[in-house]
T-cell receptor, first 116, second 117 residues
Framework: DAGVTQSPTHLIKTRGQQVTLRCSPK?????VSWYQQALGQGPQFIFQ???????QRGNFPDRFSGHQFPNYSSELNVNALLLGDSALYLC???????????????FGPGTRLTVL | AQKITQTQPGMFVQEKEAVTLDCTYD???????LFWYKQPSSGEMIFLIY??????QNATEGRYSLNFQKARKSANLVISASQLGDSAMYFC??????????????FGKGTRLSVIA
């Protein structure tokens, strides 16, 4: 059973550039959430996709956008990169709601983005 | 205000000893869930244990147990018989509202645990 996968593993960009990160959810999962984890901090929720629509969004600017495909995989796009966007970007997948379980989110290994 | 507070930036424990990692939370929602995740240097967040706000008993999963004190709003993680492989960052997280996989998690800042041989 494949877990959550993310690509690329590492990425180096310069200020002002644009970046696209990719995520494939755990088999059978239909919901993908993206988190940003700055150095020394806990992850912060960016947004969530379900049925190819953005369902919820955290306190992040419009420079952060995303997409979900029919196979439930997802992309995170960041435009006009700032130095402060340097972070580990984590993708998490889950089922919308499964009674009788903890409904925990399963995380991928993350993409480490460095903005110079 | 911080919703999840982890006051221990770093902890050391001798191999085979037990260790407690502290977590306090703040919510006015009567329905919530508390999670602990382990993050090794590889970056992946590994789910350890879950406690629902209506659960009567403290959660246990192998060597992990959760000391849930609802009135004090604390959910401390206890790791028994520590192993060298337990060295990692540990995050406490909360999900407010119904027990649904689509509710975002709010994380604390984490505690770095180092197990000494």
């Amino acid at each position: 059973d494949a877990g959550v996968t993310q690509s690329p593993t590492h990425l180096i960009k310069t200020r002002g550039q644009q970046v696209t990160l990719r995520c494939s959810p755990k088999s059978g999962h239909d919901t993908v959430s993206w988190y940003q984890q700055a150095l020394g901090q806990g992850p912060q929720f960016i947004f969530q996709y379900y049925e190819e629509e953005e369902r919820q969004r955290g306190n992040f600017p419009d420079r952060f956008s995303g997409h979900q495909f029919p196979n439930y995989s997802s992309e995170l796009n960041v435009n006009a990169l700032l130095l402060g966007d340097s972070a580990l970007y984590l993708c998490a997948s889950s089922l919308d709601d499964l009674a009788g379980t903890t409904n925990e989110q399963f995380f991928g290994p993350g993409t480490r983005l460095t903005v110079l | 205000a911080q919703k999840i507070t982890q006051t221990q930036p770093g902890m050391f424990v001798q191999e085979k000893e037990a260790v407690t990692l502290d977590c306090t939370y703040d919510t006015s929602d009567p329905s919530y869930g508390l999670f602990w995740y382990k993050q090794p240097s590889s970056g992946e967040m590994i789910f350890l244990i879950y406690q629902g706000s209506y659960d009567q008993q403290n959660a246990t999963e192998g060597r992990y147990s959760l000391n849930f004190q609802k009135a004090r709003k604390s959910a401390n993680l206890v790791i028994s018989a520590s192993q060298l492989g337990d060295s990692a960052m540990y995050f406490c997280a909360m999900r407010e509202g119904p027990n649904s996989g689509n509710t975002p998690l709010v994380f604390g800042k984490g505690t770095r645990l180092s197990v000494i041989a």
